[in-house]
Structures are given as structure tokens and as C-alpha cells.
């Protein structure tokens, strides 16, 4: 019986087909030089890639016939992935991350979480901060009120408060985003992290990474204080970024 991996796709991503992928009778292909070779069939271009060390690349399978390329298709990859790190960097994208605690976190962990915080604030993201409640606990909502509240007044000279804390079924909820005097440092650190990979092309070295790159997310250990609390009855949630 199938495991379920071994045909599944990422409906996001098409396929590329390359060489004898390409099932149909006649393309339209275009030389490894740029120029225009007309309309072939199928067998003689994969044939005329080969000859030339190269592959036969469907470029545009929507055209009538659809249009190949002639080219180093693993250079072709590289050369699109890089076109889609070099997108993502342009982007401005403001991404919200969770801060997730418990009516019994204690000093320690609320420290940690004001860190957490304070990075994803400053690195141009919005925060969640999030108290989840578990049987009797949501009796007390004023002890997670003082929580939020006590975050809330810690990273208060880079942020915005969006949303004051509010109940959201067994959970209370804050929501914040940067100022605009950090969003125009960090869009300035982007810009300089653009010039230097720019002046690295040209010199011929490494180009430096994105800090995204190096590590994704930045996550603080899972301390959720679940010490003895597994009898959670599905409590947990799937919130994006968290700061646990």
C-alpha cells in the first residue's frame, strides 16, 4: 500500500518537462544562442539538444505548439531560484508571529518571551502574544491580563498596539506591529545588504545571505510550560511564526 508521499506534488510548483517529458508531436524551439529555430518535431530537438550536450526545456507549454529551449537545465534551475530569492528580498512582507504563554508562566519564561518579542518586532514583524487557558484557569483572566499587559509595556517604545487584550474562545489575545521608525531601519538594512551582495557579484565573491536565509525562523526552545499538562485534550493550535 502506498505510503502517500511517493506521488505527491506541491500543486504550487509546476513541473518542468524536460527531453522526452515532452510528449508532443511538434515544438517551436529557440537555440541555446536565442535564435529562433522554428517549428520542429519533437524528436529531432531533443535530438539537436543532445548533440549540443544540452536539453530540450519547455519554456512555455501553453503556446501552439509550445515553445522549447535549448539550454543547461541545471543551470536553468539555479538561475530561476535565484531569480525567486532575488523577488522574495524585494518584497516588503510583514509576517505575524506568535508569542504563546500560560497563565503559570513563570519570571523566566516571561523574559524569554519579552526576547522573542522584541527580535521579531524589530526585524519588521507584527507579534501575537497569546495566553491559552485550560480548565479552571479561564476563571482567572485577569492574571493573563497582567501578563499581556506586562509584554505589552516592554517592547512598547518599538511598537504599536493593534489589538488591546481581548478574550478569543479559551484564549486572550494582543496584537502589535512595528513602528514606522523600525520599519524604515530594517527597509534601510535591506537596502545596504542589497548593495554589498551587488559589490560581491562584482568582485566575484560570495554574496551574503539573507538573515531569513541562514535561519529560517527564529524560534525560542518549546518551553510552553506543558511540564504536566499532557492530558491537553487537543488544545494545542497551529498558529504561524511562534516565539516559544
Request: a negative charge; aromatic letters at 4%.
Amino acid at each position: 500500500m502506498s505510503n502517500g508521499r511517493r506521488f505527491s506534488r506541491d500543486p504550487r510548483t509546476p513541473q518542468i518537462r524536460i527531453n522526452h517529458r515532452i510528449r508532443v508531436p511538434e515544438v517551436r524551439v529557440v537555440g541555446e544562442d536565442g535564435q529562433n529555430l522554428g517549428v520542429l518535431p519533437t524528436g529531432d530537438a531533443i535530438r539537436r539538444a543532445q548533440e549540443a550536450g544540452l536539453d530540450l526545456v519547455e519554456v512555455n507549454p501553453k503556446g501552439t505548439p509550445p515553445v522549447c529551449k535549448i539550454l543547461d537545465f541545471g543551470k536553468y534551475k539555479y538561475e530561476e531560484k535565484k531569480k525567486q530569492r532575488e523577488t522574495k528580498r524585494k518584497q516588503t512582507v510583514v509576517e505575524v508571529k506568535e508569542i504563546k504563554l500560560r497563565p503559570k508562566t513563570d519570571d523566566h519564561d516571561m523574559a524569554v518571551k519579552v526576547r522573542a518579542a522584541r527580535r521579531f518586532i524589530e526585524s519588521g514583524n507584527k507579534v501575537k502574544f497569546t495566553v491559552r487557558f485550560r480548565g479552571r484557569e479561564i476563571t482567572h483572566p485577569e492574571v493573563a491580563q497582567r501578563q499581556i499587559e506586562y509584554l505589552l509595556k516592554q517592547v512598547e517604545d518599538l511598537c504599536n498596539i493593534e489589538q488591546y487584550p481581548a478574550m478569543e474562545g479559551r484564549t486572550m489575545a494582543a496584537l502589535v506591529s512595528p513602528k514606522p521608525s523600525v520599519l524604515q531601519r530594517v527597509a534601510h538594512e535591506r537596502t545596504m545588504r542589497e548593495k554589498e551582495r551587488e559589490k560581491a557579484r562584482a568582485e566575484g565573491r560570495a554574496e551574503p545571505l539573507e538573515p531569513e536565509e541562514v535561519e529560517e525562523e527564529l524560534h525560542e526552545p518549546d518551553d510552553d510550560d506543558d511540564d504536566d499538562d499532557d492530558d491537553d485534550d487537543d488544545d494545542d493550535d497551529g498558529g504561524d511564526g511562534d516565539g516559544d
